[in-house]
């Protein structure tokens, strides 16, 4: 072996720097075994593809590139094998077009190989021409191509080091490191952005420095058993930044043992989960507790009372050791009406801490619906207790409210049942309550009522009636019959009144009785387009038998506006029998009129526009205030037939039928006088000027098929 040429590849390369010290290897080969291309590649894991990292060219670096191996030496020696020719190889490897290219003669090729044993690299030398002293290039290849193993295996370390290091350094997940005296020697940049500490901060301190003081000693204790006895441990922990702020941490702490078994460090990970905690606690929280107002809500109230009723199980002698009140907010609509939903939302919150300053720390109040509370009061002794306890929500609610500078009263209905005496579950107890509330609704609001069994009789009758409606809806029981309203002024009939009639079983039910429970279990709308539909029919046959000015009044209750109901959905019905709007008039109840219903007024406005006329019902019996009438779009108003029978006994009747009908007049609305009966009363609302009289006076309703044989023979006189 030629002496003088390892002598030059050693000098040559003992001056390298590590950064360059592949381009100075390859350079220094080529120089010494006088080849054309010296190059060391990395082989892909597929074997496929080798990439050179320096290429020397006649004692100068080029550009690297990539090689494909298939049909090449270079994929033998890629495989593990030395490589040899030193002539004529394109003829042996006809398929390797980069041979051809470079015009290459001879080949010398030796693997490189990891720690392993496995070839992940190839040194080698391409010739233009014949290769004189092959075994002595092979040779010093062989030689070296250890020195170059040693520097890939450096390279590789190295890129895996700062490889880690950048992950260390770019993680989200904060990262320390303690000496085994526990002080912390190492801290990353998240560690530094999550506590605010930096690694100058901590020199020469322990993990003490973040302590909240929340745990305890025994939590440490426990926490350095489990790093001591197993090697790691991780679970929540609240920690304390460099500002004062706690926050909750994912820990994962971990001892670091030296080949000798011997403990070295301690590393630890951890994540922030404040936010995590705080969500899962909210919803913690919004399942047990009412998101507004902050009172229990009805889930929690439950299993208040079930657990209360556990306590009472042994207590045999105890008749009424507890009992459940339901609340409602009296007229809660009007405060989002009149102000705002946020206004509500106000009187909600108040309400709940008004009624959660009057309990005992054994009681609970609970919000179990948009208006409705409850109160679970606990241990009491006699029925007068409870009273006693009422008598005490009432005095607290006298106080006015104040929101936004606004005062507000706000009255309550209060529904009691007694535990035991009335229920011995929650459920039936909560609906007792429930019951006894609806009860104090109903008689007048601002009150309170006890069960009995008396209100349960008439909430399963109210039950039954329910089911025997849903039932008359969907198999058409309903029938519809029409009483006239005749114009005074043309002494004609220009309407009608379609009133809904049900014969349920051969017996006939009172409008007076179901409508109610229609209104109440939100049925009462698919009533309202029975009837409409039952009276766009019936307007269809008169206008086919000439009778086209009949306009009929159709009633529809304020309850379907709050249900959904809308404009659009009557007029598309008129529509739909290709009706003009102008041949229908809404009927409501002046109950229309009151203050939380105003949102009824774009609905009626639209309505108006549309060309259908608005009357008011019953006018006289609620609502009569001049200030809401104007703010209504009403076309007629319908003075309650109370007012007509008793014009002819009492005579201030008389003048407050009389200013109805002038108000009447002078805001342009048209007036019918209902329930007329009597020639005398007649006479008063002709002197009087009223627009239109309906009564049996006229005519009592009539069947649908009557209508053309009694409008063909009418004579007003």
């Known amino acids: 072996m030629n002496v003088h040429r390892i002598t030059s590849i050693v000098k040559s390369i003992s001056n390298i720097n590590s950064n360059n010290f592949f381009d100075e290897i390859c350079i220094s080969l080529s120089s010494a075994i006088d080849a054309d291309f010296v190059f060391i590649a990395t082989i892909d894991e597929t074997k496929k593809n080798a990439t050179s990292i320096s290429v020397a060219n006649r004692g100068r670096k080029v550009d690297n590139f990539t090689y494909g191996l298939e049909f090449t030496p270079c994929a033998e020696v890629s495989n593990g094998s030395n490589c040899t020719h030193s002539c004529n190889v394109q003829d042996l490897y006809p ?13 010398v090729g030796v693997p490189l190989n990891t720690s392993k044993g496995e070839a992940n690299a190839i040194l080698v030398a391409l010739f233009t021409e014949e290769i004189s002293k092959v075994q002595e290039v092979e040779a010093l290849f062989l030689l070296f191509s250890g020195l170059i193993e040693k520097e890939l295996h450096k390279s590789s370390y190295l890129q895996t080091i700062e490889f880690s290091n950048s992950i260390i350094e770019n993680t989200h997940e904060a990262i320390m490191v303690c000496d085994k005296n526990k002080y912390i020697t190492y801290v990353n940049p998240s560690f530094t952005q999550m506590t605010g500490y930096t690694q100058i901060d901590l020199q020469g301190k322990t993990p003490k420095t973040l302590s909240s003081g929340k745990q305890s000693k025994s939590f440490y204790q426990a926490m350095w058993s489990g790093i001591n006895n197993k090697g790691h441990w991780q679970g929540e922990i609240w920690n304390k930044r460099k ?33 995590q905690h705080v969500a899962k606690e909210k919803r913690k929280f919004q399942d047990s507790y ?19 009723i556990i306590q009472y199980e042994n207590q045999i002698e105890c008749n009424t050791p507890a009992a459940l009140l339901v609340i409602d907010i009296d007229l809660f609509k009007k405060f989002n009406s009149l102000y705002s939903h946020s206004f509500g939302d106000e009187v909600l919150i108040q309400v709940a801490n008004r009624l959660q300053s009057i309990i005992r720390s054994s009681d609970i109040v609970a919000r179990t619906s948009g208006d409705n509370f409850a109160l679970f009061v606990n241990h009491l002794i006699n029925q007068d207790s409870i009273v006693h306890f009422i008598d005490e929500v009432t005095h607290e609610f006298i106080k006015p409210f104040v929101i936004n500078d606004i005062n507000v009263k706000i009255t309550l209905s209060i529904g009691i049942a007694y535990f035991r005496r009335d229920a011995q579950d929650v459920h039936r107890l909560f609906e007792k309550a429930e019951q006894a509330m ?17 209100l349960s009789d008439k909430a399963n009758k109210e039950e039954q ?15 519809v019959v029409y009483q006239p309203i005749v ?16 014969n349920k079983s051969g017996s006939w039910v009172s409008p007076v009785e179901f409508i109610p429970t229609a209104e109440k279990f939100g049925l009462i709308s698919q009533i309202g387009d029975l009837v409409l539909n039952k009276a766009c029919m019936e307007l269809i046959n008169l206008k086919k038998m000439g009778f086209t000015d009949i306009i009929i009044n159709v009633n529809r209750s304020i309850y379907e506006f709050s249900s959904g109901a809308d404009d659009t959905s009557w007029l598309d019905t008129i529509k739909k029998y290709n009706l003009s709007p102008e041949s229908i008039c809404f009927e409501l109840t002046e109950s229309a009129l009151a203050p939380e219903n105003d949102k009824c007024i774009t609905i009626l406005n639209e309505l108006q526009s549309a060309g259908c006329t608005i009357a008011l019902d019953d006018f006289g019996t609620g609502y009569s205030s001049l200030n809401y009438l104007r703010r209504f779009p009403i076309d007629t108003l319908k003075i309650d037939r109370g007012f007509i029978s008793e014009m002819t006994k009492v005579d201030g009747d008389v003048v407050l039928v009389s200013a109805i009908i002038s108000m009447a007049n002078a805001l342009g609305i048209s007036v019918v006088a209902e329930g007329v ?10 002197l009087l000027g009223c627009d239109y009289i309906q009564g049996y006076y006229f005519s009592k309703p009539l069947l649908p098929e009557l209508l053309p044989q009694y409008l063909s023979d009418f004579q007003y006189a």
């Open 95 to 107: 398929d390797d077009q980069l041979l051809v290219d470079m015009d290459i003669n001879g080949y």
């Open 290 to 308: 009412d998101d507004l107002t902050k009172a229990a809500n009805k889930k929690t109230l439950f299993t208040f009372i079930e657990r209360s």
């Open 438 to 454: 609806f009860a104090a609704k109903d008689n007048g609001r601002n009150s309170f009522e006890f069960y009995s069994q008396l």
């Open 243 to 275: 500002d004062g702020n706690e926050y909750l941490e994912w820990l994962s702490i971990t001892a670091i043992i030296d080949e000798n078994n011997e403990l070295t460090h301690y590393t630890a990970f951890f994540t922030d989960i404040t936010e």
């Open 465 to 479: 009636l329910k089911l025997s409606l849903e039932s008359a809806i969907e198999n058409d029981e309903f029938s």
């Open 677 to 686: 009966e009597l020639k005398k009363e007649v006479d008063i609302l002709v």
């Open 487 to 502: 114009s005074l002024k043309n002494q004609s009939v220009t309407k009608f009144e379609a009133l809904i009639r049900w």
